[in-house]
């Protein structure tokens, strides 16, 4: 592969001219919108006049915006009272969401939590900056300061926004979600790996082994740095936008525990709901930010009865948030802000199938998981409801990627101006496709990146596999036909790669060189942890050797 992209780099493309202030795509949307850019302004037409008719039926305000993302979800595990028959439980609430309003069967992610949380946020593929990677324990990065998040633009345009629940994107303060746009933010700097996998209980169960201070002998241990201990790690944090935050329900000397870690999920969905209050109280539009923790636990602490046939403690745990999501539903009905909200259900990538036999969870429609690039990986539930706005009951098999839903709800928010014109914004406009109906999406492609290789590249139904992001030739490579083969088992590279595998070579030159004019740029360096007012004792002392273990290299 590396050749192959050398040669391309080599290469001169002119994509069309651009307005300077329109927003800058990636390549191949050009060659979408040589082909309909008639079409489209013919939509976006009828479009600004809809959403002009909400607007003044709404007393001159643009929607509400509710997003719920929930982690590690595998595609048919929720939204659906078939497949919830299947599997053994049931997500009512969740499936009558999916049923009030629009399935996107074709919504694709990133293979894991961060980069798909940076794609939804800034509109980007996180290998534009540097965001591709799930980072565990202190890093000392995370996103800067530099991109434009959803809640900045939205925040422009008079939202008032919230956010509580997991973030996962860097450990530094600029990375924050109170740093990035939103006016209050309750959350965990780490995630789930160190608040329900890397504890007592869980060294305890086995859950994680070689870790804990009665499991082993440590008689040969030498390096007591090189064990995570979640307890000195700082956990739920609290602040209002750019002013420093503490951490909360954590005492210097305490042990993080299982039971704590439900304690914190609790209290994000109880922040949630007087999130949700306050925000509807107030005469401004809103975003809402919610994405639980849970499903994702590790050890069976907590879990006092099993009531599925399944068995699983994921299962019992996707049973709970399941019942607050109907609970916050519900809350919206009261409220009398169901009709003027836009809900969003999903995941964030395929789930953890490396604990699939404790989680009770396994692939059910699609091959791979977490982590992946196979359909597994990156292939989610997705569903979308607007009263009055979004036909009910409605599937659409139109291709989406989770960026676009930045850039689709900026214009829902009237804030597309705000989307900064001097980046890639991979994010397309699909509000046509959500008003309209099945075959009104504007993309028809999706670049999937592994961190920062490229390992697959899927056009309409047609997927080709660059396994580790390395291969010499694209005739020799794997095509897959995604609707015959949806969990690809059985390449089809003769049959495809006879006509397509110039036509993909195409695209990968376009998509390159779309790179070099914009290249992929750094992460947000900074102090882990600094802007936490109350640091504990044992925290201050991990950070300390973090920073020593950084600087050995250059002694």
């Excluded at 999916?98 to 593929?125: D, H, I, K």
């Excluded at 001097?422 to 496709?433: A, H, K, N, Y």
């Amino acid at each position: 592969m590396k050749r192959l992209l050398t040669a391309l780099a080599s290469l001169v493309i002119t994509l069309p001219a651009q307005a300077q202030d329109s927003i800058v795509h990636d390549a191949e949307y050009y060659i979408l919108q040589a082909q309909h850019a008639e079409k489209w302004a013919t939509e976006d037409e009828s479009l600004n006049a809809a959403l002009a008719e909400f607007r003044e039926q709404n007393g001159g305000k643009p929607p509400n915006i509710f997003y719920i993302l929930i982690d590690d979800i595998g595609f048919g595990d929720l939204g659906s009272e078939t497949l919830n028959a299947i599997r053994g439980y049931r997500t009512p609430a969740i499936n009558e969401i999916a049923n009030q309003g629009m399935r996107l069967a074709r919504m694709y992610t990133e293979p894991s939590c961060t980069p798909t949380r940076v794609a939804f946020m800034t509109g980007r593929q996180p290998h534009r900056n540097g965001m591709g990677n799930t980072q565990v324990e202190l890093s000392g990065y995370g996103l800067a300061d530099k991109e434009v998040t959803l809640a900045e633009v939205l925040s422009e345009a008079g939202y008032n926004t919230s956010h509580v629940g997991k973030w996962h994107m860097g450990d530094v303060q600029q990375s924050w979600p109170n740093f990035q746009g939103f006016d209050y933010a309750a959350f965990p700097i780490h995630q789930q790996g160190q608040l329900t996998i890397y504890h007592d209980d869980a060294a305890d169960e086995e859950v994680s082994i070689g870790i804990g201070s009665n499991n082993y002998d440590d008689r040969f241990t030498l390096d007591t740095w090189f064990r995570t201990d979640a307890s000195r790690l700082v956990t739920g944090v609290e602040g209002l936008r750019n002013e420093p935050v503490r951490e909360v329900d954590m005492e210097p000397g305490e042990r993080w525990t299982e039971a704590k870690y439900h304690e914190m999920n609790v209290r994000y969905q109880t922040q949630a709901m007087e999130q949700l209050r306050e925000l509807a109280a107030a005469d401004e539009p809103f975003f809402l930010q919610y994405w639980p923790l849970y499903p994702l636990t590790g050890p069976r602490t907590t879990t006092d009865t099993y009531t599925t046939p399944n068995g699983g403690h994921y299962v019992e745990k996707m049973k709970l948030v399941d019942s607050w999501i109907g609970e916050l539903m519900a809350e919206m009905e009261t409220l009398g802000v169901k009709d003027n909200t836009i809900v969003i259900v999903m995941g964030d990538n395929g789930h953890f199938t490396k604990y699939s036999s404790q989680s009770g969870y396994t692939p059910m429609i699609f091959r791979g998981g977490k982590g992946d690039t196979t359909e597994g990986g990156v292939r989610v539930d997705a569903f979308v409801r607007w009263p009055g706005v979004i036909e009910p009951s409605s599937v659409v098999g139109d291709m989406v990627h989770v960026s676009d839903l930045f850039t689709t709800l900026a214009r829902l928010g009237g804030a597309l101006d705000k989307v900064p014109t001097d980046r890639i914004i991979d994010g397309i406009d699909q509000t046509s496709l959500l008003l309209n109906g099945e075959t009104f999406g504007r993309r028809d492609y999706v670049f999937l990146y592994n961190i920062n290789k490229l390992e697959a590249v899927i056009k309409e139904q047609f997927k080709l596999s660059i396994p580790g992001g390395g291969i010499e030739n694209a005739i020799l490579a794997d095509f897959y036909d995604l609707f015959r083969d949806p969990q690809e088992r059985y390449p089809v590279s003769t049959e495809i790669g006879a006509w397509g595998s110039a036509k993909f070579v195409n695209m990968l030159q376009r998509h390159m060189m779309r790179k070099k004019k914009y290249p992929d740029e750094q992460p947000g360096f900074g102090m882990p942890y600094e802007g936490i007012e109350n640091l504990r004792p044992e925290t201050k002392a991990m950070v300390e050797e973090y920073l020593f273990m950084r600087q050995v290299p250059e002694r």
